[in-house]
């Protein structure tokens, strides 16, 4: 008997610490490399991270690093993170990674997750979005909408992130219009108004009247709403305030619905390192509200590409498709894979210029 | 009525009182700024300035951290002292930061993968040569052209970045990194690497050139010729010239030593912490330490305290900001707000208040 109550008494001892250590919150960080009002990309997962805090109230802590450089100063934020008992951390900039890596060796306990990368570990998981699924959109758009013929591109870094935004906004571009140019300009900067606004202004000087931008400020917009008949799209945030012109679309990055998985995986205790690259269809790539001042039937002509995209009928690498070079890349109705896709650092054939090197 | 009167001499209590008094002011008026933002003042200065050194969950991670972010910082602003010392203004440290670190990185990277003990001394040497040749460039247009030495070494920062994102883009890209832009990682490249010379420590070989750079800056300034020769012509430039002082000499030597010293920042940066040639290595120290060197009142040992001082806000601020969820720009705004009470009150060192009708001579 007294056997018994010990033993239930041990039981119930064990349930209640079981639940007090549910109940214990679970820390979340997040660091950014640009300001959290950058209206783009640092901005959008900031405001992800404060939907998924909504999601869970309570239940969670949430602790944000805005600004963050890229390099030694990285390690010393995510280590301060970890010490200060985060459970998990997201490193939201690409130039994270390597800092990640070693940050996660000295703390396995504690969950990593990396945008945009390519490395992983036990307690290291990356994650990224099909930017390119949304450039073809793009590409469409801007081919259809040019009356120069000729396209900009602020490129930030050549990674190939970047060069698969180009391809692919280059090959949808073609694909409604042959006669369409090209221009890149690299900036080799993700957040820099005045840079950027100087490229856009370069390009409108060199005749483009579409500006693509791969870096996250607002300025390109307001350089090419001074300029006058130029069209602009969004990047990573819709970027709304400069519709319906020059803004006419954007690719709008949603990363609540994975932070929310990822946070709910660390609170159950399923947490595991994987790859995650989500498109359209996932919802983590969104097309922007396409303005008035693009005409009814272009807007239903990329609609419909969206549609085929997110649906799985339609890959935006599918053959036949040639490098630069002019070299057979993919045959006729071959689709690109992740693994070609994921370092994917040459132009396709018809682009002029070459990739920095 | 409040007059403010020129002292015949600086006064030296002064001097020595107001970068204490700066800092309270600071965290005076910082605590205001913070309380507008809604946050608890005492707690964010107490996190600040008390918790890298004094926290448990992070003193032990936090304090090493001190010594990698101030070793840069004191010595690149040991080298502009003994030019600003002088009058030699030289302002684009950050670019010699830059040239500096290419040079040494170079080298290593030349060598890869040979293991050889010479690796590390040739890329040190390169590293210094590297800053003292991006410094002669205004230093030999002012000797020869007269050029304005602030807005010549100023411009070559921007060219120096330019350079930068050339080779990590370029020639000093990692062949194995799947076409991102960036260098090998050096610490990955153990005759290269400058690593913590004790574990957890932040002892790495930049933190012991900044002791070897401050002890010996102490040394020149007090005990040498060319150091009396410095102070002097910083005092009365036609004294100097009268006692002897080559001015071009000493322009050449002290834009060249500080363009040394900021080039071996770089270098024991880019083969330590930092790792590798990115396109944005630079993180403005070559800037910060200006503002280090005159915190430090020029002095070596004031130099020291100022960049350990500067060192802690940065840490301090980080914390801060996650902690109590700061915006970043109200730290800045916060070291800001250093400079300028120090500038602010240096009129007393200078000056004498006087209270009170003009007296009548």
């Known amino acids: 008997m007294k056997r018994r109550t010990f033993l239930a008494t041990s039981a119930l001892a064990l349930g209640l610490a079981g639940t007090a250590f549910a109940q214990d919150k679970v820390k979340v960080g997040f660091i950014y490399v640009g300001p959290v009002n950058d209206g783009g990309w640092s901005q959008h997962h900031h405001e992800s991270a404060m939907v998924m805090k909504e999601h869970f109230g309570d239940a969670i802590?949430?602790?944000?690093?805005?600004?963050?450089?890229?390099?030694?100063?990285?390690?010393?934020?995510?280590?301060q993170m970890a010490l200060s008992g985060c459970d998990i951390v997201f490193a939201t900039s690409f130039g994270f990674m390597d800092p990640t890596i070693n940050v996660a060796k000295k703390f396995p306990k504690v969950k990593f997750e990396h945008a945009t990368g390519y490395k992983r570990a036990e307690n290291v998981s990356t994650y990224s979005a099909r930017f390119y699924e949304g450039r073809a959109v793009q590409g469409l758009l801007a081919g259809r909408m040019t009356q120069s013929n000729v396209i900009g591109y602020i490129g930030s870094f050549p990674i190939p992130e970047v060069i698969r935004g180009i391809d692919s906004a280059f090959i949808h571009a073609r694909k409604v219009n042959p006669d369409v140019q090209f221009k890149v300009v690299w900036a080799n900067t993700w957040f820099d108004p005045a840079k950027e606004a100087d490229a856009a202004t370069a390009l409108i000087n060199q005749g483009a009247d579409v500006i693509l931008q791969h870096t996250d400020s607002t300025a390109p917009h307001a350089a090419a709403e001074k300029a006058g008949n130029v069209y602009t799209f969004g990047q990573a945030a819709d970027m709304a305030e400069y519709a319906?012109?020059?803004?006419?679309?954007?690719i709008i990055d949603n990363w609540a619905p994975y932070y929310i998985e990822r946070v709910q995986a660390v609170m159950d205790g399923t947490w595991e390192s994987k790859d995650t690259w989500g498109g359209i269809a996932s919802g983590m790539v969104k097309i922007g509200e396409i303005s008035d001042a693009v005409p009814a039937e272009i807007r239903d002509e990329a609609i419909a590409l969206e549609e085929s995209i997110s649906s799985g009928a339609y890959h935006p690498f599918t053959g036949?498709?040639?490098?630069q070079d002019g070299s057979v890349w993919l045959a006729e109705g071959e689709v690109a894979d992740d693994g070609t896709l994921a370092g994917l650092n040459f132009y396709v054939e018809g682009l002029s210029g070459e990739v920095p090197k | 009525m409040i007059r403010l009167e020129k002292r015949p001499s600086p006064s030296r209590v002064w001097t020595a009182a107001t970068p204490v008094l700066a800092v309270a002011l600071t965290m005076v008026a910082g605590g205001v700024l913070f309380a507008m933002l809604g946050k608890d003042p005492v707690a964010a200065i107490r996190i600040i300035f008390w918790d890298p050194l004094f926290n448990e969950q992070f003193a032990s991670y936090s304090r090493p951290q001190l010594l990698v972010k101030a070793g840069p910082l004191i010595l690149i602003a040991i080298g502009l002292s003994l030019g600003f010392r002088a009058g030699i203004w030289n302002i684009g440290a950050e670019g010699q930061y830059i040239i500096g670190a290419l040079s040494g990185a170079?080298?290593?990277?030349?060598?890869?993968?040979?293991?050889?003990?010479?690796?590390?001394?040739?890329?040190?040497?390169?590293?210094?040569?590297?800053?003292?040749?991006w410094a002669m460039i205004p230093a030999i247009l002012k000797t020869r052209f007269r050029t304005n030495e602030i807005l010549v070494s100023l411009l070559l920062?921007?060219?120096?970045?330019?350079?930068?994102?050339?080779?990590?883009?370029?020639?000093?890209?990692?062949?194995?990194?799947?076409?991102?832009?960036?260098?090998r990682n050096l610490q990955q490249y153990p005759a290269a690497a400058n690593t913590e010379l004790i574990a957890n420590s932040g002892m790495h070989w930049g933190v012991v050139a900044a002791f070897v750079a401050v002890i010996a800056a102490y040394v020149l300034l007090n005990r040498h010729m060319l150091g009396f020769q410095i102070r002097l012509t910083?005092?009365?430039p036609r004294?100097?010239?009268?006692?002897?002082v080559n001015p071009n000499g000493l322009v050449l030597f002290c834009l060249g030593a500080?363009?040394?010293?900021?080039?071996?920042?770089?270098?024991?940066?880019?083969?330590?912490?930092?790792?590798?040639?990115?396109?944005?290595f630079n993180q403005g120290y070559g800037f910060t330490a200006i503002i280090v060197a005159f915190l430090g009142r020029l002095n070596p040992v004031g130099i020291l305290l100022a960049g350990l001082l500067m060192a802690l806000t940065y840490i301090g601020g980080e914390l801060a900001q996650f902690m109590l969820n700061l915006p970043a720009a109200a730290i800045q705004a916060f070291q800001g707000m250093l400079l300028f009470f120090l500038l602010g009150l240096d009129v007393l060192t200078n000056y004498r208040l006087r209270w009170g009708k003009r007296e009548i001579a």
Request: aromatic fraction near 8%; hydrophobic fraction near 45%.
């Open chain 1, 61 to 79: 802590e949430l602790v944000e690093q805005e600004s963050v450089p890229e390099g030694a100063d990285t390690e010393r934020a995510l280590t």
């Open chain 1, 244 to 250: 319906p012109k020059p803004r006419i679309s954007s």
């Open chain 1, 320 to 323: 036949p498709l040639n490098k």
């Open chain 2, 106 to 133: 170079g080298v290593a990277l030349a060598l890869y993968p040979l293991e050889a003990w010479f690796v590390f001394p040739l890329m040190v040497i390169a590293g210094g040569l590297g800053g003292w040749a």
């Open chain 2, 157 to 183: 920062v921007y060219v120096a970045e330019q350079i930068l994102a050339a080779m990590a883009l370029g020639l000093m890209r990692n062949p194995e990194g799947g076409g991102f832009p960036g260098s």
């Open chain 2, 234 to 236: 910083g005092q009365s």
């Open chain 2, 239 to 244: 004294a100097a010239r009268f006692a002897g």
């Open chain 2, 258 to 280: 500080s363009g040394a010293l900021a080039g071996l920042a770089g270098l024991f940066e880019v083969s330590g912490p930092a790792g590798q040639v990115s396109i944005d």
